[in-house]
Protein backbone atom coordinates (compact mmCIF):
# COMPACT_ATOMS: atom_id res chain seq x y z
CA UNK A 1 0.00 0.00 0.00
CA UNK A 2 2.97 2.07 1.13
CA UNK A 3 4.21 2.32 -2.27
CA UNK A 4 1.27 3.53 -3.74
CA UNK A 5 0.78 6.86 -2.14
CA UNK A 6 3.01 8.99 -3.80
CA UNK A 7 0.71 8.22 -6.79
CA UNK A 8 -2.48 9.07 -5.40
CA UNK A 9 -1.49 12.12 -3.31
CA UNK A 10 -2.36 14.59 -6.29
CA UNK A 11 -6.13 12.43 -6.99
CA UNK A 12 -9.33 13.79 -6.66
CA UNK A 13 -12.98 12.62 -6.52
CA UNK A 14 -14.90 13.71 -9.29
CA UNK A 15 -17.78 15.24 -7.42
CA UNK A 16 -15.33 17.47 -5.76
CA UNK A 17 -13.28 20.07 -6.71
CA UNK A 18 -9.50 20.71 -6.19
CA UNK A 19 -6.95 17.93 -5.35
CA UNK A 20 -7.19 15.22 -2.24
CA UNK A 21 -4.83 13.85 -0.12
CA UNK A 22 -4.63 9.65 0.50
CA UNK A 23 -6.56 10.49 3.66
CA UNK A 24 -8.96 12.15 2.44
CA UNK A 25 -9.61 9.70 -0.50
CA UNK A 26 -10.61 7.56 2.27
CA UNK A 27 -13.18 9.95 4.44
CA UNK A 28 -14.98 11.18 1.41
CA UNK A 29 -18.25 12.18 2.06
CA UNK A 30 -19.15 10.64 -1.13
CA UNK A 31 -22.36 7.78 -0.64
CA UNK A 32 -21.49 4.11 -1.63
CA UNK A 33 -18.88 3.97 -4.81
CA UNK A 34 -17.29 7.18 -5.91
CA UNK A 35 -15.35 7.64 -8.70
CA UNK A 36 -11.52 9.32 -8.21
CA UNK A 37 -9.27 10.41 -10.89
CA UNK A 38 -5.44 9.92 -10.80
CA UNK A 39 -2.00 9.06 -12.40
CA UNK A 40 -2.32 6.21 -10.55
CA UNK A 41 -4.67 4.60 -12.37
CA UNK A 42 -4.76 6.71 -15.65
CA UNK A 43 -8.50 7.46 -16.18
CA UNK A 44 -10.68 6.82 -13.49
CA UNK A 45 -11.32 4.67 -10.76
CA UNK A 46 -14.28 3.53 -8.34
CA UNK A 47 -13.45 3.85 -4.44
CA UNK A 48 -15.58 0.84 -2.27
CA UNK A 49 -15.64 2.46 0.97
CA UNK A 50 -17.02 0.54 4.23
CA UNK A 51 -18.41 2.26 7.47
CA UNK A 52 -15.52 4.09 9.12
CA UNK A 53 -13.95 5.13 5.90
CA UNK A 54 -11.95 1.97 5.16
CA UNK A 55 -11.66 0.86 1.34
CA UNK A 56 -10.80 -1.53 -0.93
CA UNK A 57 -7.72 -0.57 -3.56
CA UNK A 58 -8.63 -4.13 -5.72
CA UNK A 59 -12.25 -3.70 -5.67
CA UNK A 60 -12.22 -0.10 -6.65
CA UNK A 61 -9.35 -1.62 -9.18
CA UNK A 62 -11.85 -4.02 -11.24
CA UNK A 63 -14.75 -1.09 -11.21
CA UNK A 64 -15.12 0.04 -14.66
CA UNK A 65 -12.90 -2.40 -16.16
CA UNK A 66 -13.60 -5.02 -19.10
CA UNK A 67 -12.47 -8.53 -18.24
CA UNK A 68 -11.79 -11.69 -20.60
CA UNK A 69 -12.33 -14.70 -18.66
CA UNK A 70 -11.62 -18.26 -20.30
CA UNK A 71 -12.60 -21.07 -18.92
CA UNK A 72 -15.76 -19.02 -17.01
CA UNK A 73 -18.01 -22.09 -17.40
CA UNK A 74 -15.82 -24.43 -15.23
CA UNK A 75 -15.64 -24.46 -11.55
CA UNK A 76 -12.56 -21.79 -10.87
CA UNK A 77 -14.32 -19.75 -13.67
CA UNK A 78 -17.56 -19.44 -11.85
CA UNK A 79 -16.51 -18.82 -8.96
CA UNK A 80 -13.77 -16.26 -10.03
CA UNK A 81 -17.06 -14.44 -12.10
CA UNK A 82 -19.06 -14.51 -8.42
CA UNK A 83 -16.22 -12.73 -6.70
CA UNK A 84 -15.89 -10.00 -9.06
CA UNK A 85 -19.63 -9.37 -9.47
CA UNK A 86 -19.68 -9.12 -5.95
CA UNK A 87 -16.69 -6.74 -4.66
CA UNK A 88 -17.27 -4.51 -8.23
CA UNK A 89 -20.31 -4.53 -9.29
CA UNK A 90 -19.72 -1.60 -11.34
CA UNK A 91 -17.20 -3.37 -13.66
CA UNK A 92 -18.25 -2.86 -17.35
CA UNK A 93 -18.57 -6.12 -18.23
CA UNK A 94 -17.33 -9.62 -18.68
CA UNK A 95 -16.66 -11.43 -21.67
CA UNK A 96 -16.69 -15.48 -21.15
CA UNK A 97 -15.46 -17.56 -24.25
CA UNK A 98 -18.05 -20.46 -24.83
CA UNK A 99 -18.86 -23.38 -26.95
CA UNK A 100 -22.58 -23.83 -26.63
CA UNK A 101 -23.93 -27.33 -25.86
CA UNK A 102 -26.01 -29.51 -27.35
CA UNK A 103 -29.78 -28.02 -27.51
CA UNK A 104 -28.53 -25.01 -25.03
CA UNK A 105 -28.10 -21.26 -26.20
CA UNK A 106 -25.08 -19.46 -25.17
CA UNK A 107 -27.21 -17.19 -23.35
CA UNK A 108 -29.12 -20.19 -21.87
CA UNK A 109 -25.73 -21.56 -20.49
CA UNK A 110 -25.12 -17.91 -19.25
CA UNK A 111 -28.86 -17.89 -17.24
CA UNK A 112 -28.15 -21.41 -16.33
CA UNK A 113 -24.72 -20.40 -14.21
CA UNK A 114 -26.56 -17.23 -13.03
CA UNK A 115 -29.80 -19.21 -11.71
CA UNK A 116 -27.17 -21.61 -9.69
CA UNK A 117 -26.71 -20.84 -5.72
CA UNK A 118 -23.36 -19.62 -6.18
CA UNK A 119 -24.83 -16.20 -8.09
CA UNK A 120 -27.61 -16.10 -4.63
CA UNK A 121 -25.56 -13.05 -3.16
CA UNK A 122 -24.48 -11.62 -6.26
CA UNK A 123 -27.85 -10.72 -7.57
CA UNK A 124 -28.48 -8.43 -4.46
CA UNK A 125 -25.63 -6.74 -4.92
CA UNK A 126 -25.61 -6.43 -8.90
CA UNK A 127 -29.50 -7.09 -10.19
CA UNK A 128 -28.29 -6.53 -13.50
CA UNK A 129 -25.66 -9.18 -13.53
CA UNK A 130 -26.77 -11.02 -16.67
CA UNK A 131 -26.31 -7.85 -18.56
CA UNK A 132 -23.21 -7.67 -17.41
CA UNK A 133 -21.78 -11.07 -18.93
CA UNK A 134 -21.07 -11.15 -22.59
CA UNK A 135 -20.86 -14.31 -24.22
CA UNK A 136 -18.71 -15.00 -27.14
CA UNK A 137 -18.97 -18.36 -29.35
CA UNK A 138 -15.60 -19.92 -28.99
CA UNK A 139 -13.92 -23.14 -29.67
CA UNK A 140 -9.99 -23.18 -28.26
CA UNK A 141 -9.49 -26.23 -30.52
CA UNK A 142 -9.59 -23.95 -33.69
CA UNK A 143 -7.54 -21.43 -35.62
CA UNK A 144 -8.41 -18.10 -33.83
CA UNK A 145 -11.04 -20.06 -31.70
CA UNK A 146 -13.41 -19.84 -34.49
CA UNK A 147 -14.40 -16.21 -32.96
CA UNK A 148 -16.57 -14.06 -35.52
CA UNK A 149 -14.78 -10.61 -36.66
CA UNK A 150 -16.84 -8.94 -34.98
CA UNK A 151 -16.59 -10.28 -31.61
CA UNK A 152 -13.09 -10.11 -32.09
CA UNK A 153 -12.49 -6.25 -32.93
CA UNK A 154 -14.40 -5.76 -29.59
CA UNK A 155 -12.85 -8.08 -27.57
CA UNK A 156 -9.16 -6.90 -29.01
CA UNK A 157 -10.08 -3.15 -28.49
CA UNK A 158 -11.80 -3.04 -25.13
CA UNK A 159 -10.23 -5.59 -23.06
CA UNK A 160 -8.50 -4.56 -19.85
CA UNK A 161 -7.76 -7.82 -17.95
CA UNK A 162 -7.59 -11.37 -19.09
CA UNK A 163 -7.82 -14.56 -16.92
CA UNK A 164 -6.70 -17.66 -18.89
CA UNK A 165 -8.41 -20.47 -16.77
CA UNK A 166 -9.45 -22.57 -19.79
CA UNK A 167 -7.55 -25.77 -19.80
CA UNK A 168 -8.51 -29.91 -19.87
CA UNK A 169 -7.48 -31.40 -16.91
CA UNK A 170 -7.90 -35.04 -18.07
CA UNK A 171 -4.76 -36.94 -16.64
CA UNK A 172 -5.94 -39.39 -19.60
CA UNK A 173 -6.77 -37.36 -22.23
CA UNK A 174 -4.30 -37.50 -25.85
CA UNK A 175 -1.21 -35.76 -26.25
CA UNK A 176 -2.91 -34.08 -29.57
CA UNK A 177 -6.08 -32.48 -27.44
CA UNK A 178 -4.08 -31.76 -24.58
CA UNK A 179 -1.31 -29.84 -26.36
CA UNK A 180 -4.29 -27.76 -28.20
CA UNK A 181 -5.91 -26.73 -25.05
CA UNK A 182 -3.30 -26.39 -22.81
CA UNK A 183 -0.36 -25.35 -25.22
CA UNK A 184 -1.55 -23.86 -28.32
CA UNK A 185 -4.63 -22.37 -27.29
CA UNK A 186 -2.45 -20.47 -24.61
CA UNK A 187 -0.32 -19.33 -27.30
CA UNK A 188 -2.98 -17.99 -29.77
CA UNK A 189 -4.40 -16.06 -26.81
CA UNK A 190 -1.17 -14.04 -26.26
CA UNK A 191 -0.90 -13.19 -29.84
CA UNK A 192 -4.61 -11.65 -29.12
CA UNK A 193 -3.37 -10.04 -26.26
CA UNK A 194 -0.67 -8.17 -28.03
CA UNK A 195 -2.74 -6.72 -30.03
CA UNK A 196 -5.10 -5.44 -27.31
CA UNK A 197 -4.14 -1.67 -26.51
CA UNK A 198 -6.13 -0.94 -23.42
CA UNK A 199 -4.75 -4.47 -22.12
CA UNK A 200 -3.41 -4.00 -18.54
CA UNK A 201 -2.15 -7.62 -16.92
CA UNK A 202 -2.80 -11.11 -18.72
CA UNK A 203 -3.15 -14.03 -15.61
CA UNK A 204 -1.69 -17.28 -16.59
CA UNK A 205 -3.56 -19.95 -14.35
CA UNK A 206 -1.39 -22.72 -14.52
CA UNK A 207 -0.59 -25.50 -11.51
CA UNK A 208 1.51 -26.72 -8.85
CA UNK A 209 2.27 -29.86 -10.56
CA UNK A 210 3.83 -27.89 -13.50
CA UNK A 211 7.04 -29.25 -12.33
CA UNK A 212 6.03 -32.82 -10.02
CA UNK A 213 8.82 -34.05 -11.16
CA UNK A 214 10.96 -31.93 -8.71
CA UNK A 215 11.02 -31.95 -4.67
CA UNK A 216 11.37 -28.66 -4.23
CA UNK A 217 10.07 -26.18 -6.53
CA UNK A 218 10.67 -22.62 -6.69
CA UNK A 219 8.16 -19.87 -7.91
CA UNK A 220 10.27 -19.41 -11.21
CA UNK A 221 9.45 -21.16 -14.51
CA UNK A 222 11.13 -24.50 -15.42
CA UNK A 223 12.28 -25.26 -18.77
CA UNK A 224 11.25 -28.46 -20.45
CA UNK A 225 13.37 -30.70 -22.37
CA UNK A 226 11.23 -30.49 -25.38
CA UNK A 227 10.53 -26.66 -27.33
CA UNK A 228 6.85 -26.40 -27.01
CA UNK A 229 7.15 -24.75 -30.82
CA UNK A 230 8.56 -28.18 -31.91
CA UNK A 231 5.78 -29.95 -29.99
CA UNK A 232 3.08 -28.07 -31.81
CA UNK A 233 4.27 -27.96 -35.52
CA UNK A 234 5.01 -31.69 -34.93
CA UNK A 235 1.34 -32.70 -34.28
CA UNK A 236 0.38 -30.72 -36.83
CA UNK A 237 1.79 -33.98 -39.09
CA UNK A 238 1.84 -36.97 -37.17
CA UNK A 239 -0.88 -39.04 -37.37
CA UNK A 240 -2.45 -40.29 -34.03
CA UNK A 241 -1.23 -43.79 -33.41
CA UNK A 242 2.55 -42.40 -33.74
CA UNK A 243 1.79 -39.53 -31.64
CA UNK A 244 0.63 -41.70 -28.83
CA UNK A 245 3.72 -44.22 -29.24
CA UNK A 246 5.83 -41.10 -28.79
CA UNK A 247 3.81 -39.51 -25.90
CA UNK A 248 5.31 -41.51 -23.04
CA UNK A 249 9.23 -40.46 -24.32
CA UNK A 250 7.75 -36.91 -24.46
CA UNK A 251 6.67 -36.90 -21.03
CA UNK A 252 9.82 -38.70 -19.64
CA UNK A 253 9.39 -38.44 -15.46
CA UNK A 254 6.19 -36.61 -15.49
CA UNK A 255 3.06 -38.92 -14.03
CA UNK A 256 0.69 -38.04 -17.10
CA UNK A 257 -0.14 -35.70 -19.82
CA UNK A 258 -2.11 -32.78 -17.97
CA UNK A 259 0.67 -31.59 -15.84
CA UNK A 260 3.52 -31.70 -18.77
CA UNK A 261 1.13 -29.82 -21.04
CA UNK A 262 1.02 -27.54 -18.27
CA UNK A 263 4.54 -26.97 -17.52
CA UNK A 264 4.64 -26.45 -21.88
CA UNK A 265 2.14 -23.69 -21.33
CA UNK A 266 4.45 -22.30 -18.68
CA UNK A 267 7.28 -21.89 -21.29
CA UNK A 268 4.75 -20.55 -24.02
CA UNK A 269 4.27 -18.03 -21.38
CA UNK A 270 7.64 -17.00 -20.80
CA UNK A 271 8.55 -17.27 -24.62
CA UNK A 272 5.81 -15.30 -25.95
CA UNK A 273 5.11 -12.85 -23.61
CA UNK A 274 6.54 -9.72 -25.75
CA UNK A 275 5.58 -6.66 -23.57
CA UNK A 276 2.64 -7.86 -21.78
CA UNK A 277 2.29 -7.63 -18.29
CA UNK A 278 1.79 -11.40 -17.28
CA UNK A 279 1.61 -13.41 -13.91
CA UNK A 280 1.18 -16.83 -13.61
CA UNK A 281 -0.58 -18.75 -10.48
CA UNK A 282 0.27 -22.23 -9.32
CA UNK A 283 -2.52 -23.85 -7.39
CA UNK A 284 -2.52 -27.08 -5.93
CA UNK A 285 -5.75 -29.31 -5.75
CA UNK A 286 -8.34 -26.90 -5.84
CA UNK A 287 -11.32 -28.07 -3.31
CA UNK A 288 -14.93 -26.14 -1.99
CA UNK A 289 -15.26 -23.07 -0.73
CA UNK A 290 -13.64 -22.05 2.35
CA UNK A 291 -15.52 -18.82 2.83
CA UNK A 292 -17.13 -17.46 0.14
CA UNK A 293 -19.90 -16.85 -0.96
CA UNK A 294 -20.45 -19.42 1.53
CA UNK A 295 -18.76 -22.70 2.80
CA UNK A 296 -18.50 -26.06 0.70
CA UNK A 297 -19.73 -24.97 -2.48
CA UNK A 298 -18.69 -27.34 -5.46
CA UNK A 299 -20.17 -28.50 -8.70
CA UNK A 300 -17.80 -31.39 -10.17
CA UNK A 301 -16.74 -34.79 -9.37
CA UNK A 302 -12.72 -33.56 -9.96
CA UNK A 303 -10.14 -34.57 -7.74
CA UNK A 304 -10.73 -35.45 -4.30
CA UNK A 305 -14.73 -34.93 -4.78
CA UNK A 306 -15.05 -38.12 -6.57
CA UNK A 307 -13.10 -39.80 -4.03
CA UNK A 308 -15.16 -38.16 -1.07
CA UNK A 309 -18.39 -39.86 -3.29
CA UNK A 310 -16.50 -43.17 -3.65
CA UNK A 311 -16.22 -43.69 0.23
CA UNK A 312 -19.00 -41.89 1.30
CA UNK A 313 -21.24 -44.00 -0.61
CA UNK A 314 -19.10 -47.47 0.42
CA UNK A 315 -17.61 -47.91 -3.30
CA UNK A 316 -14.01 -47.14 -2.43
CA UNK A 317 -12.63 -48.25 1.30
CA UNK A 318 -9.47 -48.81 0.34
CA UNK A 319 -6.61 -46.37 -1.23
CA UNK A 320 -3.08 -46.80 -1.81
CA UNK A 321 -1.79 -43.77 -0.16
CA UNK A 322 0.69 -42.60 2.47
CA UNK A 323 -0.69 -41.67 5.46
CA UNK A 324 1.50 -39.17 6.57
CA UNK A 325 1.85 -37.56 2.80
CA UNK A 326 0.74 -33.99 3.07
CA UNK A 327 -3.07 -33.57 1.43
CA UNK A 328 -2.26 -30.00 -0.36
CA UNK A 329 -5.87 -29.00 -0.58
CA UNK A 330 -6.13 -25.05 -1.47
CA UNK A 331 -10.07 -23.78 -1.47
CA UNK A 332 -11.34 -22.70 -4.42
CA UNK A 333 -12.06 -19.12 -3.05
CA UNK A 334 -8.58 -19.04 -1.90
CA UNK A 335 -7.28 -19.52 -5.04
CA UNK A 336 -10.22 -16.43 -6.70
CA UNK A 337 -8.55 -13.89 -4.24
CA UNK A 338 -5.23 -14.54 -5.05
CA UNK A 339 -5.77 -14.26 -9.00
CA UNK A 340 -7.94 -11.07 -8.30
CA UNK A 341 -4.52 -9.72 -6.06
CA UNK A 342 -2.23 -10.62 -8.61
CA UNK A 343 -4.19 -9.11 -11.37
CA UNK A 344 -4.31 -6.01 -9.06
CA UNK A 345 -1.15 -5.62 -8.44
CA UNK A 346 0.77 -7.03 -12.29
CA UNK A 347 -1.61 -3.90 -13.42
CA UNK A 348 -0.63 -0.89 -11.17
CA UNK A 349 3.38 -1.95 -10.24
CA UNK A 350 3.75 -3.89 -13.95
CA UNK A 351 6.95 -5.69 -12.88
CA UNK A 352 9.59 -6.65 -14.81
CA UNK A 353 9.48 -9.90 -15.60
CA UNK A 354 6.61 -12.31 -15.10
CA UNK A 355 6.18 -13.32 -11.57
CA UNK A 356 4.80 -16.63 -10.03
CA UNK A 357 2.74 -17.34 -7.50
CA UNK A 358 2.10 -20.45 -5.61
CA UNK A 359 -1.06 -21.39 -3.95
CA UNK A 360 -0.51 -24.09 -1.69
CA UNK A 361 -1.46 -24.91 2.03
CA UNK A 362 1.78 -27.54 2.64
CA UNK A 363 4.27 -25.61 3.35
CA UNK A 364 2.25 -23.03 5.62
CA UNK A 365 -0.65 -25.36 6.92
CA UNK A 366 0.10 -28.71 6.33
CA UNK A 367 -2.85 -31.59 6.36
CA UNK A 368 -1.81 -34.67 5.25
CA UNK A 369 -3.87 -37.61 4.24
CA UNK A 370 -4.49 -40.06 7.16
CA UNK A 371 -5.90 -36.49 9.06
CA UNK A 372 -7.98 -35.64 6.34
CA UNK A 373 -9.54 -39.59 5.62
CA UNK A 374 -10.42 -39.94 9.39
CA UNK A 375 -12.68 -36.48 9.67
CA UNK A 376 -14.07 -36.82 6.19
CA UNK A 377 -15.33 -40.56 7.94
CA UNK A 378 -16.25 -38.54 10.91
CA UNK A 379 -18.02 -36.02 9.09
CA UNK A 380 -20.00 -39.52 7.37
CA UNK A 381 -21.39 -40.49 10.36
CA UNK A 382 -23.17 -37.50 11.15
CA UNK A 383 -24.24 -36.73 7.77
CA UNK A 384 -24.21 -39.91 5.63
CA UNK A 385 -25.02 -39.84 2.07
CA UNK A 386 -28.24 -41.31 1.12
CA UNK A 387 -28.78 -44.97 -0.81
CA UNK A 388 -24.82 -45.92 0.38
CA UNK A 389 -24.05 -49.17 -0.92
CA UNK A 390 -21.99 -49.79 2.29
CA UNK A 391 -20.69 -48.52 5.71
CA UNK A 392 -17.99 -45.74 4.17
CA UNK A 393 -14.13 -46.93 5.69
CA UNK A 394 -11.05 -45.98 4.88
CA UNK A 395 -8.07 -47.93 4.46
CA UNK A 396 -4.51 -46.49 3.37
CA UNK A 397 -1.68 -48.44 2.53
CA UNK A 398 1.63 -47.98 0.68
CA UNK A 399 2.23 -51.59 0.03
CA UNK A 400 1.57 -53.15 -3.40
CA UNK A 401 0.64 -56.36 -2.56
CA UNK A 402 -1.85 -55.20 0.48
CA UNK A 403 -3.46 -52.74 -2.36
CA UNK A 404 -4.25 -55.43 -4.55
CA UNK A 405 -5.67 -57.51 -1.67
CA UNK A 406 -8.08 -54.98 -0.94
CA UNK A 407 -9.05 -54.34 -4.36
CA UNK A 408 -9.73 -57.52 -5.05
CA UNK A 409 -11.19 -58.63 -1.47
CA UNK A 410 -12.93 -55.10 -0.68
CA UNK A 411 -13.78 -53.94 -4.21
CA UNK A 412 -14.18 -56.24 -6.99
CA UNK A 413 -15.24 -59.04 -5.02
CA UNK A 414 -18.44 -57.13 -3.51
CA UNK A 415 -19.21 -55.73 -7.17
CA UNK A 416 -19.23 -59.17 -8.27
CA UNK A 417 -21.78 -60.53 -6.16
CA UNK A 418 -23.81 -57.52 -6.14
CA UNK A 419 -24.06 -57.78 -10.40
CA UNK A 420 -24.78 -61.74 -9.24
CA UNK A 421 -27.95 -60.52 -7.18
CA UNK A 422 -28.78 -57.85 -9.93
CA UNK A 423 -29.00 -60.56 -12.52
CA UNK A 424 -30.86 -63.10 -10.61
CA UNK A 425 -33.72 -60.12 -10.03
CA UNK A 426 -33.62 -59.84 -13.87
CA UNK A 427 -31.52 -56.54 -14.05
CA UNK A 428 -28.66 -55.24 -15.85
CA UNK A 429 -25.58 -55.89 -13.76
CA UNK A 430 -23.27 -52.36 -13.84
CA UNK A 431 -21.47 -52.64 -10.31
CA UNK A 432 -17.95 -54.30 -12.11
CA UNK A 433 -18.34 -51.63 -14.40
CA UNK A 434 -18.94 -48.86 -11.69
CA UNK A 435 -15.75 -50.34 -9.70
CA UNK A 436 -13.79 -50.46 -12.31
CA UNK A 437 -13.89 -46.86 -13.16
CA UNK A 438 -13.35 -46.05 -9.12
CA UNK A 439 -10.05 -48.24 -9.54
CA UNK A 440 -8.80 -46.93 -12.47
CA UNK A 441 -9.55 -43.11 -11.02
CA UNK A 442 -7.76 -44.23 -7.63
CA UNK A 443 -4.67 -45.60 -9.90
CA UNK A 444 -4.48 -42.62 -11.43
CA UNK A 445 -4.05 -40.01 -8.55
CA UNK A 446 -1.58 -43.02 -6.36
CA UNK A 447 1.51 -40.38 -7.72
CA UNK A 448 0.11 -37.48 -5.51
CA UNK A 449 -1.56 -39.15 -2.68
CA UNK A 450 1.94 -40.93 -1.71
CA UNK A 451 4.23 -37.63 -2.36
CA UNK A 452 4.60 -34.58 -0.62
CA UNK A 453 6.51 -31.46 -2.28
CA UNK A 454 7.89 -28.55 -1.14
CA UNK A 455 6.54 -24.98 -2.95
CA UNK A 456 8.09 -21.83 -2.42
CA UNK A 457 5.51 -18.71 -1.63
CA UNK A 458 8.30 -15.97 -1.75
CA UNK A 459 5.97 -14.23 -4.23
CA UNK A 460 2.48 -14.98 -2.67
CA UNK A 461 4.18 -13.63 1.01
CA UNK A 462 5.17 -10.72 -0.58
CA UNK A 463 1.82 -9.77 -2.05
CA UNK A 464 -0.06 -10.04 0.93
CA UNK A 465 1.93 -7.40 2.43
CA UNK A 466 1.60 -5.45 -0.38
CA UNK A 467 -2.17 -5.51 0.70
CA UNK A 468 -3.97 -3.07 2.94
CA UNK A 469 -5.94 -4.32 5.90
CA UNK A 470 -9.23 -3.69 4.55
CA UNK A 471 -7.86 -5.99 1.19
CA UNK A 472 -6.35 -8.74 3.44
CA UNK A 473 -9.71 -8.99 4.85
CA UNK A 474 -11.95 -8.89 1.48
CA UNK A 475 -9.22 -10.65 -0.87
CA UNK A 476 -7.75 -12.90 1.77
CA UNK A 477 -5.59 -15.58 0.56
CA UNK A 478 -3.83 -16.77 3.89
CA UNK A 479 -4.07 -20.15 4.02
CA UNK A 480 -2.83 -20.15 7.16
CA UNK A 481 -6.43 -19.18 9.51
CA UNK A 482 -7.72 -22.30 7.39
CA UNK A 483 -8.96 -24.71 10.05
CA UNK A 484 -9.16 -28.08 8.50
CA UNK A 485 -11.24 -29.85 10.40
CA UNK A 486 -14.10 -27.53 9.86
CA UNK A 487 -13.29 -27.00 6.32
CA UNK A 488 -13.44 -30.96 5.68
CA UNK A 489 -16.77 -31.37 7.66
CA UNK A 490 -18.30 -27.88 5.43
CA UNK A 491 -16.37 -29.82 1.93
CA UNK A 492 -17.84 -33.02 2.83
CA UNK A 493 -21.22 -31.37 3.16
CA UNK A 494 -20.83 -29.21 0.73
CA UNK A 495 -20.68 -32.25 -1.88
CA UNK A 496 -23.82 -33.49 -0.48
CA UNK A 497 -25.79 -30.55 -0.93
CA UNK A 498 -24.48 -28.72 -3.61
CA UNK A 499 -22.81 -31.92 -6.07
CA UNK A 500 -24.76 -34.91 -4.90
CA UNK A 501 -28.63 -32.56 -4.59
CA UNK A 502 -29.29 -34.48 -1.68
CA UNK A 503 -32.19 -32.96 0.79
CA UNK A 504 -30.87 -32.46 4.38
CA UNK A 505 -34.19 -33.86 5.74
CA UNK A 506 -33.32 -37.41 4.70
CA UNK A 507 -30.31 -37.89 6.66
CA UNK A 508 -32.34 -40.11 9.47
CA UNK A 509 -33.34 -42.42 6.98
CA UNK A 510 -29.60 -42.45 5.76
CA UNK A 511 -28.72 -43.19 9.03
CA UNK A 512 -30.88 -46.04 9.27
CA UNK A 513 -29.72 -47.34 6.10
CA UNK A 514 -26.44 -47.24 7.22
CA UNK A 515 -28.03 -49.44 10.23
CA UNK A 516 -29.04 -51.93 7.84
CA UNK A 517 -25.66 -52.42 5.96
CA UNK A 518 -23.81 -52.57 9.17
CA UNK A 519 -26.72 -55.48 10.25
CA UNK A 520 -26.34 -57.03 6.63
CA UNK A 521 -22.55 -57.22 6.54
CA UNK A 522 -22.36 -58.69 10.36
CA UNK A 523 -24.70 -61.39 9.23
CA UNK A 524 -22.77 -62.03 5.79
CA UNK A 525 -19.44 -62.45 7.54
CA UNK A 526 -20.80 -64.74 10.23
CA UNK A 527 -22.59 -66.63 7.47
CA UNK A 528 -19.13 -67.13 5.38
CA UNK A 529 -17.19 -67.94 8.68
CA UNK A 530 -19.78 -70.88 9.72
CA UNK A 531 -19.84 -71.95 5.92
CA UNK A 532 -16.03 -71.87 6.06
CA UNK A 533 -15.36 -73.40 9.46
CA UNK A 534 -17.98 -76.41 8.27
CA UNK A 535 -15.72 -76.94 5.42
CA UNK A 536 -12.98 -77.02 7.29
CA UNK A 537 -14.23 -79.56 9.91
CA UNK A 538 -15.36 -81.83 7.45
CA UNK A 539 -12.44 -82.37 5.44
CA UNK A 540 -9.60 -81.68 8.84
CA UNK A 541 -9.62 -83.89 11.63
CA UNK A 542 -7.02 -81.01 13.38
CA UNK A 543 -10.69 -78.07 12.62
CA UNK A 544 -12.72 -81.01 14.14
CA UNK A 545 -10.25 -81.43 17.18
CA UNK A 546 -10.14 -77.46 17.82
CA UNK A 547 -13.60 -77.20 17.34
CA UNK A 548 -14.54 -79.65 19.57
CA UNK A 549 -12.52 -78.14 22.48
CA UNK A 550 -13.81 -74.77 21.76
CA UNK A 551 -17.38 -76.66 22.32
CA UNK A 552 -16.19 -78.27 25.42
CA UNK A 553 -14.91 -75.12 26.71
CA UNK A 554 -17.56 -72.95 26.44
CA UNK A 555 -19.50 -75.32 27.96
CA UNK A 556 -17.54 -76.02 31.06
CA UNK A 557 -17.20 -72.15 31.32
CA UNK A 558 -20.97 -71.82 31.58
CA UNK A 559 -21.33 -74.39 34.01
CA UNK A 560 -18.93 -73.07 36.13
CA UNK A 561 -20.89 -69.47 36.15
CA UNK A 562 -24.20 -70.76 36.28
CA UNK A 563 -22.78 -72.94 39.33
CA UNK A 564 -21.22 -69.79 40.97
CA UNK A 565 -24.19 -68.04 40.72
CA UNK A 566 -26.05 -70.44 42.50
CA UNK A 567 -23.82 -70.36 45.38
CA UNK A 568 -24.21 -67.07 45.57
CA UNK A 569 -27.97 -66.87 45.67
Request: hydrophobic share 40%.
Amino acid sequence: MASLMPNLLYSRCLETPGRASFMEMQNCSCTGPCAWKGPAFGTSFRIYKRKGGIMSMIAAFYGGKSILITGATGFLGKVLMEKLFRTSPDLKVIYILVRPKAGQTLQQRVFQILNSKLFEKVKEVCPNVHEKIRAIYADLSQNDFAISKEDMQELLSCTNIIFHCAATVRFDDTLRHAVQLNVTATRQLLLMASQMPKLEAFIHISTAYSNCNLKHIDEVIYPCPVEPKKIIDSLEWLDDAIIEEIAPKLIRDWPNIYTYTKALGEMVVQQESRNLNIAIIRPSIVGATWQEPFPGWVDNINGPNGLIIAAGKGFLRALKATPKAVADLIPVDTVVNLMLAVGWYTAVHRPKSTLVYHSTSGNLNPCNWHKMGVQVLATFEKIPLERAFRRPYANFTSNNFTSQYWNAVSHRAPAIIYDCYLRLTGRKPRMTKVMNQILRTASMLEYFINRSWEWSTYNTEMLMSELSPEDQRVFNFDVRQLNWLEYIENYVLGVKKYLLKEDMAGIPEAKQHLKRLRNIHYLFNTALFLIVWRLLIARSQMARNVWFFIVSFCYKFLSYFRASSTLKV
